[in-house]
C-alpha cells in the first residue's frame, strides 16, 4: 500500500451507542485519489456493569448494631441499585471482619456484576458488646448455706443466689413479682431476677424455708418458751421445798408447848433442807445461787431458833423468800443454767 492511502469509515460513522453486531463500510482512499470500499462488521459489547451502576453505603443510622461474634450480612450495609442485573453477588472483601470484639469496625464490601466487573464500597460494622446475661451465670445457693426465716419475715434475695464476683456495678438482684409469700411457714418457690446494667436480665429459681413461729417484729418466742420452761421450774422447787418448810409450823407449835419427842423430829428436817438446798435444784435444771445462799441461811436460822414459835416464824418466811427469788428468776440471764 502506497504511502499516503488513507483508511476511513464511509458515512454514516458507525453507531456504538449500543451493544450488537454494527454494519459499516471502510475506505480505502489511494494517493492518485482513487478508492476501495470494504464492507465490515463492528460488534459492540455492552458496557462494563461497574460502569452502569453506583452501589453506596448505608448511613450508619440505617443499620443495626451486631453482637460480638455474629457474621454480618454485606448486603446489610450497601444500597444497590434496583435495576441490577441478576447474578449479581455481594460479599465482604478479604479479610473478613472482625466481630470477635466490639467497636467500630472498617470493612469492604464487594459487588461483583454478571460480567466479572466489581465495585468495592467502604462500610463501617457496629459490634455492641455482648449482652451483660450471656457472660455471666447466678446460681442458687444449695439450701443448706441459706438460714431459714421466720414468718412474716421479708427475705433478701441476696441471700439465696451467688453471683459472679465480676458482675458489673449497678447490677441489681430482686424478688420477681409476685412476691415471696412468708405468711405461713413451709417451703416457698420463688425467683430473683438479676438486671445488669445493659437491662438483660438472669431468672434463677430458688426456694425459701420459713420456719414456724412469730417474727422478730412480733415478739421473741424463744424467750418466752426459755421464761415459761423456768416459771415451771421455779414453781417446782418452791413446791418440793414448801412440804417440808410447812412441815415445820406445827412442829414449831409442839416445841412452843414443850413437847420433847418433836426436838427429834428437827434432826430429819434439818438433813432434809440440807439436800433440797442443791439437789432439788439441780434435779430440775434449776441452780439458783440466791435460793441456795438464802436456804443455807434459814437453815441455820431454824436450828438457832430459840422457840418453838420461831421455827414456825423461819419456816414460813423462807416460804415467802422462796416465792419471791424464784419469781425474778426467768427475768435474770445469771439466774439459771
Request: glycine share 8%.
Amino acid at each position: 500500500m502506497p504511502a499516503g492511502t488513507k483508511v476511513t469509515f464511509k458515512d454514516p460513522q458507525p453507531d456504538t451507542s449500543t451493544d450488537g453486531k454494527k454494519d459499516a463500510t471502510v475506505v480505502v482512499t489511494y494517493p492518485d485519489g482513487t478508492t476501495d470500499e470494504v464492507p465490515v462488521t463492528i460488534t459492540v459489547k455492552p458496557a462494563p456493569e461497574n460502569t452502569k451502576y453506583d452501589p453506596q453505603p448505608k448511613p450508619a443510622d440505617q443499620v443495626a448494631p451486631i453482637q460480638v461474634n455474629d457474621t454480618p450480612n454485606p448486603q446489610d450495609y450497601i444500597t444497590l441499585p434496583t435495576d441490577v442485573p441478576a447474578g449479581t453477588k455481594v460479599t465482604f472483601k478479604d479479610p473478613q471482619p472482625d466481630t470477635s470484639t466490639d467497636g467500630k469496625k472498617d470493612a469492604t464490601v464487594v459487588v461483583t456484576y454478571p460480567d466479572g466487573t466489581t465495585d468495592e464500597v467502604p462500610v463501617t460494622i457496629t459490634v455492641k458488646p455482648a449482652p451483660e446475661n450471656t457472660k455471666y451465670d447466678p446460681q442458687p445457693k444449695p439450701a443448706d448455706q441459706v438460714a431459714p426465716i421466720q414468718v412474716n419475715d421479708t427475705p433478701n434475695p441476696q441471700d439465696y443466689i451467688t453471683l459472679p464476683t465480676d458482675v458489673p456495678a449497678g447490677t441489681k438482684v430482686t424478688f420477681k413479682d409476685p412476691q415471696p409469700d412468708t405468711s405461713t411457714d413451709g417451703k416457698k418457690d420463688a425467683t430473683v431476677v438479676v438486671t445488669y446494667p445493659d437491662g438483660t436480665t438472669d431468672e434463677v429459681p430458688v426456694t425459701i424455708t420459713v420456719k414456724p413461729g412469730a417474727s422478730a417484729g412480733t415478739g421473741d418466742t424463744g424467750n418466752a418458751k426459755a421464761t415459761s420452761s423456768v416459771d415451771g421450774k421455779c414453781i417446782a422447787t418452791l413446791v418440793g421445798w414448801s412440804l417440808p418448810l410447812l412441815a415445820l409450823i406445827p412442829v414449831g407449835i409442839a416445841l412452843n408447848a414443850g413437847i420433847p419427842v418433836v426436838e427429834e423430829a428437827m434432826r430429819p428436817v434439818n438433813e432434809q433442807l440440807a439436800a433440797w438446798n442443791v439437789q432439788a435444784q439441780q434435779q430440775l435444771g434449776l441452780f439458783n445461787p440466791q435460793l441456795a445462799e438464802m436456804a443455807n441461811r434459814y437453815n441455820q436460822e431454824i436450828q438457832m431458833a430459840a422457840t418453838g414459835l420461831g421455827v414456825a416464824a423461819v419456816a414460813i418466811g423462807l416460804i415467802a423468800s422462796i416465792a419471791t427469788t424464784c419469781g425474778g428468776a426467768g427475768s435474770s440471764n445469771g439466774s439459771s443454767r
